[in-house]
């Protein structure tokens, strides 16, 4: 594969049927399909790896329940009633972020035998799809003013995460895992570590907030 191979494939596939309205795994997985396949974009490379990684997530979760680490919560409360579709949404983001975007810019170094450097152009492109998916969950699933008071917990878990920060984090844990590549039980190690801390923050960004 080169480094200015496309693809126009479908980004994400369908959902799955046995995934009812409200289901907080769909919830997120809808919003990501309906940005996804807004217009007709070329989609590059990493942002392939980016949504092999999210499927590979969704497949191991189907097929015996361990999925990675940060992907966890979100299946485990997936019914849950008091949390509202927008903490899904974004924990299903952050998760998505901080360990699958992580993951497949480490992926597609090791496919161009190439530093994350090289990927900032896709990196960029792939920040500016996340930036449309999070103003997406906001417009469509934040509760307006007239249903949200100031001192609504909702409200304080939404503030205090940042899409910015979390693809900084993102940027960072890759060259981080790619530079330790000639050491496997380090590498090994950190990604289970970023996996454990992005799980953290999904857990809390799915605080029941009713």
């Given at each position: ?9 479908p980004?994400?596939r369908?959902r799955?049927?046995?995934?009812p ?6 919830v ?7 940005v996804s ?8 490379s990493l942002?392939a790896?980016?949504t092999?990684?999210?499927l ?5 979760a ?6 990675p ?6 299946f485990?409360?997936r019914?849950h009633p008091g ?6 949404a ?5 998760a998505h972020i901080?360990?699958d ?7 597609t170094?090791?496919t161009r035998?190439?530093?994350p450097?090289a990927?900032e152009?896709?990196f960029e492109?792939?920040g500016?799809?996340?930036a449309?998916l999070?103003?997406?969950i906001h ?6 003013p007239d249903?949200?008071?100031?001192a609504d917990?909702?409200t304080?878990l939404v503030?205090t ?6 693809r900084?984090a993102a940027?960072?844990?890759a ?6 590549r000639?050491f496997?039980?380090?590498?090994e ?9 992005a799980g953290?923050v999904?857990?809390?960004l ?5």
């Amino acid at each position: 594969m080169t480094q200015t191979e496309e693809f126009t494939e479908p980004a994400v596939r369908p959902r799955p049927h046995r995934w009812p309205p409200g289901d907080g795994v769909g919830v997120f997985h809808d919003v990501r399909q309906t940005v996804s396949e807004t217009g007709h974009r070329r989609v590059c490379s990493l942002e392939a790896r980016l949504t092999e990684r999210y499927l590979s997530a969704l497949d191991a979760a189907e097929a015996d329940g361990r999925p990675p680490e940060c992907w966890r919560p979100l299946f485990q409360y997936r019914h849950h009633p008091g949390v509202r579709p927008v903490q899904f949404a974004l924990a299903g983001l952050h998760a998505h972020i901080a360990h699958d975007l992580v993951l497949a810019v480490v992926d597609t170094c090791r496919t161009r035998d190439c530093e994350p450097a090289a990927l900032e152009g896709e990196f960029e492109r792939v920040g500016d799809l996340l930036a449309l998916l999070e103003e997406r969950i906001h417009d469509e699933l934040m509760p307006g003013p007239d249903l949200l008071r100031i001192a609504d917990p909702l409200t304080h878990l939404v503030s205090t995460w940042s899409l910015e920060r979390a693809r900084e984090a993102a940027w960072t844990a890759a060259r981080v895992l790619r530079q330790l590549r000639g050491f496997p039980a380090a590498a090994e190690e950190f990604a289970e570590q970023n996996d454990a801390g992005a799980g953290l923050v999904v857990r809390f960004l799915l605080t029941p907030c009713r």
